[in-house]
């Protein structure tokens, strides 16, 4: 079952590149129906049988390439394929006035989700490489779509951060190689000691993720590519693509290299995502495009993930579940919240023909339904009750207080007030009752797609405990999270 | 049924929310039954529910929300008060605000965010824990900004401005207070019950500090919406929103939902009993005065007609405060029961100010001379919330201060007598004059603003009767305040149950 | 007969006072002007009962209601049933004398009518209402309804005199309110100490509660200043002269007869008076109400010889007679034992006064309404209701006092008899006063 993931979107990747164009967008959906209904199989064998290795081609670790399918790859393989089917249903209709950026847009598409799956499911630390690179190639790819000026700028920043951070990654991933001689997460979380070669392979590997991710002060690429990209590019970036080298992240410092990491290295991690969720809302308070405003509050909200570090290392057990349940849920919230934000801001724009936010005047009345997606995440996003958003963030709280961490108790709630301070920016001009220029009505797929996902990121707040309790089946439990003293 | 029926009230207005905000703005008259089916739907389950929580039935839904965090919608006699009073309201204020906005734009979105709005005070009625309660508080910040600022104008998105950094600030002192409440004195959710009360006496006396801190970190979260002093700033410019919102607004949404939860944290989080032990009522109850006493103060300065309700409120909301610091039966009867009374006072008030705007375009003080021949019915009304508001008897307000003064001597705090007076006075300071000018003074010229011909009733029928109806009530739940199905009777079966466990 | 008997006991109290309250509200403003026998039909049922009730042997006669407001108890007392019975009566003849007016179109060709209709018969309801009163919020609810409405009728003519004397008086009046409102409730406090629901206790358990209070005399000194306003208590009296001068004649004569009545009932039912003042406990308040009874007896009298007119002359007359009532319930205070004697003499007093105080008002407007012949007849006539106050031998007035000198004979209060003697001399002046501004006009 495993290996279908990845097979569906590499396939259909390859298809689109062969068949000619009127065919790629006859096989669109029922790509997605495949994807989508894998990745729900899979999730209830999961949450049935518990979770699964699976040897590609049978070879075993250490040379092998394994696959794991534990609680935590389902939940994301799930959102995967859930947010990119919505995207990709607002990107057919979105693309019909690219035409020929909709030729290369399809196999970036599924290229994307395949490495999206495979880092999901890698089990081993080259394999990770693998799908960063490939991940890294087609985003890049895919901000480069439209070719203008001011988005290959962007595109080629991008690549060279990307390119920058996997070299680093790879340069880590040598160090440990050649002091243990495993790649495998599972037997490197075991031998992995705290010794220099150790810690310099994490901090080369963090480095080099640190870049990816985007975090705080090295987001400096993201928000021209993420803001200069095609709408349903965007989503598809900031929802997903940063999540995966945060993933990666994340387990190497509670995971891979557990017993290496130490508490000050933990709580500098958390002073970068203070960083990020400070100067990312600052520059979305002060950025007059709507669209570069969505991009800088990724930057702000990806700082949240960051608190994972200091809340859950060096502390209790139960702190430390409270603060991974949370970063979980963060994550999940803020994938859908961003698509959606993005996917809603896109269709504005397109009604709208700019994106300055003080010309928004008499939007609400012609696309209400967009403007109500934007306003439905970012109450997610602001961490207002009722949302996946609040939920996370209450744990995370609870966190804190659990460990003692006040700082970071402050950080969340004066974080919460700031992106409140950004988003209503936004419905402030959108009140104006006078509209300076003409607005066009949009595809009504186009509003509904970007409602779908702000109704998902708000429903998570009604069913946190489906992915909670299957996240209980990782086998990166949090038991083994808290090992530091 | 007794688990879904909190529900399904609920569901009415947040469904009917849905509805309309699905429906197109042309749908004039569909919008308009669904509406109102919806609210009256809404008053005949809260009567069944009243009727039950009389004879002692349950009704409870539980839904886990997070690992040992559940969502509780749970009835009893508090929320039912709150609850009763938001739905009879919500009937009135939509009869009203569909003549008021008679023709306006974005009607769709204005009747969608204020079924949202009502849905959510139903919410924070019925929230059977803590959690419960900070959703619908937040849920309210959001679905009244919209109304807030529903006029466009840049005095009305400036307004916006001024709500948001309040009402969200408070939020989120709110979330600190909850949030600690739960991480440091309550892990299994079982404390913050408001069905279980009292239990955190039985805390060791070494979290009684952090207890009285975290009380004091929630006051001033709802303090914000309840518009203590020095948090009320928000109140006065939140004016520019059209009359029915501010009605709603000041007699049973926002800074009720403030009130409701200060009654809510000291009776049945912390329990009175154990308040009282920790000493921080009193510390409360001066706040409470003060902002009566300032609130009344400010109203006195005001020229303009809303602006100087607004500041009633500030002062009147402060009663209930007031009433549930006072340790006793009795005082808590006068806060509980001047939740429900301020609210259709301060309606009316408010329905009346609309309608002087609406029908004459008045809304200075001193334009209001002579109205009362204009528009008798209107100033009638008015004049008796002012007399209600000052707390002449047979009005409601009355009774409420006849509580709080007995409650306060009981609780041996009789300085708060002298609050009530003073009050009082400053109060008829500040009505009297309108009384007199609607009354007693000649017509000064041609109205500012003609819109409405007087034809067959003073202005629109949809602006009168329901400014009519809330009237009755604030006489009628005055007059008969001694009935078995009064407020003041519901409220002393509140203390009781409360009281007597 | 028997009907009326059925009837009289079965038709509960408020609806002889909510009467008036109906009629006020089918007042119209086009029609007002022939509406004025409304002034006269609200009074009639209440002294229909009154008489019957005299007529039988004043029995127990009670309305309760308990759902209406905090438990509704209605009563005759046999007490206040003489002033009652003068506050009818005066309001029926009062009304006789709008009617007449407005049936003549020889009053004042003024506008507003219909408010004065209105604001009469609320205040009309609330005087009669609250001497039926028997529990504490419908007592206070009638006492306010009187307070506010009047002030349509003092500054009914819109003068910039009388808007000023309205000022005034809504400010006392707002005063008063305040200081009766927390004197109740705070004797209400004590009276329904233990139980957790306090309907409104009975009026007459105030006087017990205060007098079991430690707190009493702080109560006790509330609601003496907050009734004092009505009162005309000296300090708290200023609108009287104000307001009468500047009234409509026959309203000043309820205003003077009638209305300044409720401020000393209110004293006489909610005082700790007689046994509840043995001890001396509330000597202080008591000495403090004879001393500033002794300043308005003899102090308005002064200022009233200065009066620039008839009616206001009446006015400082009447502060200087309440002031005489004000030593008598004083001294009454002070000595415990004779308070049965002396409360029989107030009433007396009180009654003697609101007729012939009532029939000095009404004069002011015979006279200027006559001339010639016929306004010296009218003079001559008024002379009668002046004597009366003067207290002359085989008066009224001189029965009332007497009663009370005979009672304070007994006490060790020399120095009153003379004073109060030479309170006649006071009232001398005042009516001198009178009639010389009265054939001036």
């Keep these: ?485 | 049924m007794t688990a879904l029926l909190p529900v399904f009230v609920l569901a009415t207005s947040l469904i009917t929310a849905v509805l309309i905000f699905i429906l197109p703005e042309r749908y004039y008259r569909l919008r308009v039954s669904l509406n109102l089916a919806a609210a009256v739907l809404k008053i005949v389950l809260v009567a069944v529910m009243i009727a039950g929580i009389a004879n002692q039935v349950d009704y409870e839904f539980r839904y886990e929300l997070l690992p040992g965090i559940d969502l509780v919608l749970r009835a009893d006699a508090l929320s039912m008060l709150f609850a009763g009073l938001s739905s009879v309201l919500w009937l009135f204020t939509t009869l009203y605000a569909i003549g008021y906005l008679e023709g306006a734009p974005n009607r769709s979105r204005f009747f969608g965010f204020f079924s949202l709005c009502v849905a959510s005070t139903m919410g924070i009625a019925l929230a059977g824990n803590l959690f419960t309660f900070l959703i619908f508080f937040e849920l309210l910040t959001l679905s009244t900004y919209p109304l807030v600022v529903h006029r466009g104008t840049e005095e009305s998105l400036r307004a916006g401005r001024t709500y948001l950094k309040y009402t969200l600030g408070g939020g989120a002192v709110l979330l600190v207070g909850v949030a600690l409440m739960y991480g440091l004195v309550d892990q299994t959710g079982t404390m913050t019950e408001f069905a279980e009360t009292g239990t955190l006496s039985a805390l060791p006396s070494e979290q009684h500090f952090t207890l009285a801190v975290i009380f004091f970190v929630l006051i001033a979260g709802l303090g914000v919406k309840a518009a203590l002093v020095p948090l009320h700033g928000w109140l006065p410019v939140a004016m520019v929103a059209p009359a029915p919102v501010s009605a709603l607004l000041h007699a049973v949404a926002v800074v009720k939902a403030g009130a409701f939860g200060i009654v809510r944290v000291i009776y049945n989080i912390y329990g009175v009993e154990f308040a009282w032990q920790l000493g921080v009522l009193l510390p409360l109850a001066i706040l409470a005065s003060i902002t009566i006493i300032w609130g009344s103060l400010r109203a006195l300065q005001q020229v303009e007609m809303k602006k100087r309700l607004a500041y009633s409120t500030v002062s009147q909301v402060s009663y209930i405060a007031l009433g549930a610091c006072l340790f006793g039966p009795i005082g808590t009867i006068g806060g509980i029961v001047h939740l429900l009374h301020q609210g259709i006072m301060k309606v009316t008030l408010f329905f009346c100010a609309g309608n002087y705007a609406e029908t004459l375009g008045i809304h200075k003080i001193k334009d209001l001379d002579g109205v009362g021949r204009r528009m008798p019915l209107t100033s009638i009304a008015f004049t008796l919330g002012a007399f209600g508001m000052i707390g002449v008897p047979p009005l409601a307000g009355f009774i409420s201060k006849w509580y709080l003064g007995i409650g306060a001597l009981d609780a041996g705090m009789g300085w708060v007598i002298g609050v009530l007076i003073l009050s009082s006075m400053l109060n008829a300071g500040y009505f009297l004059p309108i009384v007199y000018r609607l009354w007693f003074k000649p017509k000064q010229g041609p109205w500012p603003d003609e819109h409405i011909k007087a034809a067959r009733f003073e202005t629109h029928g949809l602006l009168l009767w329901p400014t009519v109806a809330t009237a009755v009530f604030s006489l009628a739940a005055g007059l008969f305040a001694a009935h078995a199905w009064s407020p003041l009777s519901w409220a002393s079966l509140i203390a009781f149950r409360e009281y007597l466990p | 007969m028997t009907l009326i008997m059925y009837l009289l006991h079965h038709i509960p109290l408020p609806l002889l006072v909510v009467f008036p309250l109906v009629l006020a509200c089918c007042v119209r403003t086009d029609t007002a002007r022939r509406r004025g026998w409304m002034l006269i039909a609200a009074p009639l049922p209440m002294l229909l009962a009154v008489l019957l009730w005299y007529a039988q042997g004043q029995p127990e006669f009670i309305t309760e209601i308990p759902w209406l407001m905090l438990g509704l108890h209605w009563r005759f007392d046999n007490t206040l049933a003489p002033i009652l019975l003068m506050t009818v009566l005066l309001w029926t003849v009062a009304g006789i004398y709008v009617w007449q007016q407005l049936r003549d179109n020889s009053a004042d060709q003024q506008p507003h009518i219909a408010r004065y209709i209105r604001c009469w018969l609320l205040t009309l309801s609330g005087n009669i209402g609250l001497l039926v009163a028997g529990d504490i919020a419908s007592f206070y609810t009638l006492f306010a309804l009187m307070t506010f409405a009047a002030f349509g009728l003092v500054i009914h003519t819109q003068t910039p005199n009388a808007l000023f004397a309205g000022k005034v008086y809504i400010l006392l009046a707002v005063i008063g309110e305040g200081l009766l409102l927390s004197g109740l409730i705070w004797g209400a406090a004590h009276a329904a100490a233990g139980e957790l629901t306090p309907t409104a206790p009975l009026i007459s358990s105030l006087p017990a509660a205060i007098a079991a209070s430690a707190n009493g005399v702080w109560i006790a000194l509330l609601l003496f200043l907050g009734f004092g306003v009505k009162a005309g208590l000296a300090g708290l009296h200023w609108w009287l002269p104000l307001a009468h001068p500047v009234a409509p004649t026959p309203a000043s004569a309820v205003l003077s007869g009638a209305m300044i009545k409720a401020g000393l009932v209110g004293w006489l039912l909610t005082l700790p008076l007689g046994d509840f003042a043995a001890g001396g406990n509330f000597a202080n308040v008591a000495s403090l109400a004879v001393i500033l009874g002794l300043i308005g007896a003899f102090g308005a009298a002064l200022m009233g010889v200065f009066a620039k007119k008839a009616k206001a002359v009446l006015a400082y007359s009447s502060v200087s007679q309440m002031g005489m009532i004000t030593v008598m319930l004083g001294t009454g205070w002070l000595y415990d034992a004779a308070w049965e004697a002396i409360l029989a003499a107030i009433v007396v007093f009180a009654v003697h006064h609101g007729f012939n105080k009532g029939v000095l008002f009404f004069g002011v407007g015979w006279v200027s309404a006559l001339s010639g012949r016929a306004a010296t007849l009218m003079l001559v006539f008024l002379l009668i209701p002046a004597l009366n106050l003067i207290g002359v031998p085989f008066s009224s007035g001189e029965y009332a006092k007497d009663l009370f000198k005979h009672v304070i004979a007994d006490l060790p209060v020399g120095l009153l008899y003379p004073i109060f003697s030479a309170g006649a001399l006071a009232t001398t002046a005042l009516m001198a006063r009178y009639f010389y501004l009265l054939r001036k006009h």
């Excluded at chain 1, 997610?380 to 996946?388: F, I, K, T, V």
């Design chain 1, 1 to 485: 079952m495993t290996p279908i993931l990845l097979i569906i979107p590499l396939a259909f990747a390859i298809l689109t590149l062969l068949l000619p164009r009127h065919w790629v967008r006859a096989i669109i959906i029922p790509g997605l129906v495949l994807q989508v209904g894998a990745a729900v199989l899979l999730c209830m064998e999961i949450y049935q049988h518990g979770p699964q290795d699976y040897a590609l081609g049978d070879w075993q670790a250490p040379l092998g390439i394994s696959l794991i399918a534990d609680g935590f790859s389902v939940t994301l393989l799930a959102l995967t394929a859930l947010i990119a089917a919505l995207c990709a249903i607002y990107a057919q209709y979105f693309l019909t006035r690219y035409p020929r950026e909709q030729r290369y847009f399809w196999p970036l598409f599924w290229f994307l989700l395949a490495a999206l799956n495979g880092i999901w499911l890698a089990g081993d630390l080259f394999n990770l490489y693998v799908g960063l690179e490939l991940l890294g190639l087609s985003a890049v790819g895919m901000v480069a779509l439209t070719a203008e000026k001011t988005t290959l700028k962007a595109a080629l920043d991008y690549l060279y951060a990307a390119l920058f951070g996997s070299l680093a990654y790879l340069a880590g991933v040598a160090l440990l190689y050649g002091a243990y001689g495993t790649l495998s997460i599972a037997q490197l979380s075991d031998m992995a000691a705290a010794n220099p070669t150790t810690q310099v392979a994490l901090a080369l590997m963090t480095v080099g993720l640190l870049l990816k991710t985007a975090i705080f002060p090295l987001h400096y690429w993201l928000p021209p590519a993420h803001g200069g990209a095609l709408a349903p590019v965007s989503a598809l970036l900031s929802a997903l693509v940063v999540k995966a080298s945060f993933y990666i992240l994340a387990l190497l410092w509670l995971d891979v290299g557990a017993l290496a990491v130490t508490v000050t290295a933990a709580q500098a991690m958390g002073a970068l995502g203070a960083g990020a969720i400070f100067w990312g809302s600052w520059q979305a308070f002060q950025t007059r495009q709507i669209k570069m405003l969505v991009a800088y509050s990724t930057v702000a909200q990806l700082g949240y993930l960051m608190l994972l570090f200091p809340l859950a290392i060096g502390v209790s057990e139960a702190a430390a579940q409270l603060a991974w349940q949370g970063t979980i849920l963060h994550l999940l919230a803020h994938a859908f919240a961003k698509a959606a934000m993005f996917l809603a801001v896109g269709t504005l724009v397109l009604a709208l023909g700019h994106g300055r936010i003080n010309d928004f005047g008499g939007v609400s009345q012609r696309n209400p339904v967009a403007l109500f997606a934007f306003g439905l995440s970012a109450v997610s996003l602001m961490g207002l009750p009722p949302s996946g958003g609040f939920n996370a963030k209450w744990l995370l709280l609870q966190s804190a207080i659990a460990s003692g961490q006040w700082h970071w108790f402050v950080v969340m709630i004066i974080g919460g007030l700031l992106t409140a301070a950004y988003v209503f920016r936004v419905f402030r001009v959108s009140f104006l009752q006078s509209a300076k220029h003409e607005i066009q009505d949009t595809h009504p797929a186009l509003q509904l797609s970007a409602l779908a996902l702000a109704l998902m990121a708000i429903a998570l707040g009604f069913v946190s405990e489906l992915p909670l309790s299957l996240m209980n089946l990782t086998d990166i439990a949090p038991a083994t999270m808290g090992g530091t003293p």
